[in-house]
């Protein structure tokens, strides 16, 4: 029974690792783009999530130059592109704000991509958010207070 329990969990935190599987931000999530010794990285899933519609909640928060902002901002704008949905905002020719909605997964439930970026003393922190499950847009935008343009 132990060793039941034991594949089993194993297989559900393996899905749920791979959560962002097939999006150019996945080698970053993976660590193969920044360390993870240089990133923050906070991984929810469950019940605690309900509450905001979500059932998957994964984060990357890091400090990077220039140039591996760029490699980052690549990741997100090519998994933008295609994106039924997306909202930009840029600061000169860097991209500081990023809300995609990716494709649905199988069984409907509803992915995003958020990206946020802002330069301290020509340094860029970032943080890199994947969300999974039944939230719209505008439960997204009230729950990060997003304002309207």
Same mark, same amino acid.
């Given at each position: 029974?132990? #060793?039941? *329990? /034991?594949?089993?969990? $194993?297989? *559900?935190?393996?899905?749920?690792?791979?959560?962002? !599987?097939?999006?150019?931000? &996945?080698?970053?999530? &993976?660590? #193969?783009?920044? @360390?993870?010794?240089?990133?923050?990285?906070?991984?929810? @899933?469950?019940? +605690?999530?309900?509450?905001?519609?979500?059932?998957?909640?994964?984060?990357? @928060?890091? /400090?990077?130059?220039?140039?591996?902002? =760029?490699?980052?901002?690549?990741?997100?704008?090519?998994?933008?592109?295609?994106?039924?949905?997306? +909202? $930009?905002?840029?600061?000169?020719? =860097?991209? $500081?704000?990023?809300?995609?909605?990716?494709?649905?997964? @199988?069984?409907?439930?509803? #992915?995003?991509?958020?990206?946020?970026?802002? !330069?301290?003393?020509?340094?860029?922190?970032? $943080?890199?958010?994947?969300?999974?499950?039944?939230? /719209?847009? &505008?439960?997204?935008?009230?729950?990060?207070?997003?304002? !309207?343009?």
């Amino acid at each position: 029974m132990k #060793r039941l *329990l /034991t594949i089993i969990a $194993t297989l *559900l935190l393996g899905a749920a690792a791979n959560a962002q !599987e097939g999006l150019f931000v &996945e080698d970053l999530f &993976e660590g #193969r783009v920044i @360390s993870y010794r240089m990133m923050k990285r906070t991984f929810i @899933s469950g019940a +605690q999530l309900q509450p905001y519609k979500l059932d998957t909640y994964k984060s990357l @928060s890091f /400090t990077v130059d220039e140039g591996k902002l =760029h490699e980052v901002e690549v990741m997100v704008l090519r998994d933008a592109y295609d994106a039924p949905d997306k +909202q $930009t905002d840029y600061a000169g020719d =860097h991209l $500081t704000y990023a809300l995609v909605c990716l494709p649905p997964m @199988s069984g409907g439930r509803n #992915r995003y991509l958020c990206y946020q970026a802002k !330069e301290i003393k020509g340094m860029w922190d970032v $943080t890199v958010v994947y969300l999974r499950g039944p939230a /719209t847009v &505008e439960d997204l935008n009230k729950m990060f207070n997003k304002k !309207e343009k």
